[in-house]
Nanobody, 118 residues
Framework: QVQLVESGGGLVQAGESLRLSCAAS????????MGWYRQAPGKQRELVAT???????NYADSVKDRFTITRDNAKKTCNLQMTSLKPAATAVYYC????????????WGQGTQVTVSS
């Protein structure tokens, strides 16, 4: 069983920064790939960033060099540091955990709202 809880969302002005946090329960965190997705109103859910257990990261082109994903296996947390925020970043952000060697299983948090005003 895995439970993911996001926090840190809120309202910020364009150009400001915000840090999202994801707290995970369960025993498989250290063996899993973590990630952040987002879904804006009227749009499909899209991948923002991922980080493997070994620390390899992947970012959407739209956030590369502005967002940073990190993880702390001891604390079982995954953070997304967002800088130079743009109004286009307004969305519900979801923490995800991907686990498995025989196929993959995905777990999702409930999401946290990020709103960037212009």
């Amino acid at each position: 069983q895995v439970q993911l809880v996001e926090s840190g969302g809120g309202l910020v002005q364009a150009g400001e920064s915000l840090r999202l946090s994801c707290a995970a329960s369960g025993t498989i965190f250290s063996s899993a790939t973590m990630g952040w997705y987002r879904q804006a109103p009227g749009k499909q859910r899209e991948l923002v960033a991922t980080i493997t257990n070994g620390g390899s990261t992947n970012y959407a082109d739209s956030v590369k060099d502005r967002f940073t994903i990190t993880r702390d296996n001891a604390k079982k947390t995954c953070n997304l540091q967002m800088t130079s925020l743009k109004p286009a970043a307004t969305a519900v952000y979801y923490c995800t955990l991907r686990y498995g060697s025989t196929g993959y299983t995905y777990y999702w948090g409930q999401g946290t709202q990020v709103t960037v005003s212009s």
